[in-house]
């Protein structure tokens, strides 16, 4: 049974409980599906949460990925995408000649988003990132946020932490190290998946589910973090849906609404149900909510969302 007793974003104790999910499962899935081996611990369940103050969605005790465990995903190569939306969105906020962070920055491919003369330096643990991102000329280190917000204060016009925030045990620690790095007037560009997309209505999505996401964030969630940092909200915006998750956009459609009419939000269904979901019958009906989707994919919420805060002036 889990043993944290407050939210990792707010420290409320309130909390509802969702799911009690099976660590043995966890490590299951991770086999049958990924074929990647998860750190044994010496717990039964994972408890899936969520923060009726603030709206955040975590998971109990929050076991995170190790070094290792981030290596076997680097074989896939999805894992670190060259081009990302929210790239796009940090760009326009970004000018010559500011001094920019991002905190896990992989290999540092947004650096070749940014204005001529911005000063780029990259936060980073897996090591062959580092090595990537070193060979193209990019300041990358392996130094916690918490180290570098004690000795450099007031160093940054933007930090940056793209598909991050979900990753951490505690974002909390994460966005006021940030906030306090920043300068006056500077800001802060945060991208995670979207509980309030498709992303929020699929099962068995083993990556957004320990030990690879502990937390998970709908808008109002986003928004409670700017109020726990003391940050100006600038902007939300939502990725639109893109061609590679259109069909998972349809599946979770059709699930999500048959879970909402049995009023279920579990994230994570028997192992034995979960291997073989992907051929289950019912997904052809799946086939015309994807047709929709595919058509109108502009308008409908993508897999991220991009959320800018801004460091007010004393």
């Known amino acids: 049974m889990a043993t944290e007793a407050v939210c990792p974003l707010c420290s409320s104790s309130s909390q ?9 499962d966890l490590a299951y899935l991770y086999r049958k599906l990924l074929n990647i081996s998860i750190a044994q611990e010496a717990i039964d369940e994972i408890e899936y949460r969520k923060c009726p103050h603030c709206e955040l969605r975590y998971f109990a005790p929050a076991i995170c990925g190790d070094g290792k465990f981030y290596e076997s995903l680097q074989q896939f190569p999805w894992y670190y995408p060259d081009d990302k939306y929210e790239f796009r969105v940090a760009k326009r906020y970004a000018a010559s000649g500011m001094s920019i962070l991002e905190v896990g920055c992989g290999s540092g491919m947004f650096a070749a988003f940014l204005p001529e003369g911005c000063k780029y330096r990259g936060l980073e643990f897996n090591s062959e990132a580092i090595r990537k991102a070193r060979e193209r000329g990019l300041q990358v280190d392996d130094t916690r946020i ?8 007031g160093s940054f016009d933007m ?4 598909q991050v925030l979900e990753h951490v045990p505690n974002p909390a620690t994460l966005l006021s190290c940030a906030a ?5 007037g500077g800001r802060i560009v945060i991208s995670v998946p979207s509980e309030d997309s498709f992303m929020g209505h699929e099962i068995n999505n083993l990556l957004n589910l320990p030990p690879h996401h502990v937390t998970r964030w ?36 059709l699930l999500g609404s048959l879970a909402h009419a049995f009023g279920v939000q579990w994230p994570l269904i028997s192992r034995v149900a979960a291997t073989r979901l992907v051929r289950w019958p019912l997904f052809a009906m799946a086939r015309p909510i994807a047709w929709v989707a595919r058509m109108r994919r502009q308008s409908i919420r993508g897999h991220s969302v991009i959320a800018i805060y801004e460091k007010p002036q004393p």
Do not use: R, W
């Open 16 to 24: 509802k409980l969702i799911q009690a999910i099976s660590y043995p």
């Open 146 to 153: 918490e180290s570098l917000a004690a000795g450099m204060p």
């Open 159 to 162: 930090v940056c932490a793209f």
């Open 180 to 184: 306090n790095l920043l300068k006056p």
């Open 218 to 253: 709908c808008d109002a969630a986003l928004v409670a973090a700017a109020n726990q940092t003391g940050l100006k909200v600038v902007q939300v915006e939502h990725e639109p849906l893109s061609a590679t998750h259109v069909n998972d956009c349809a599946k979770a459609t």
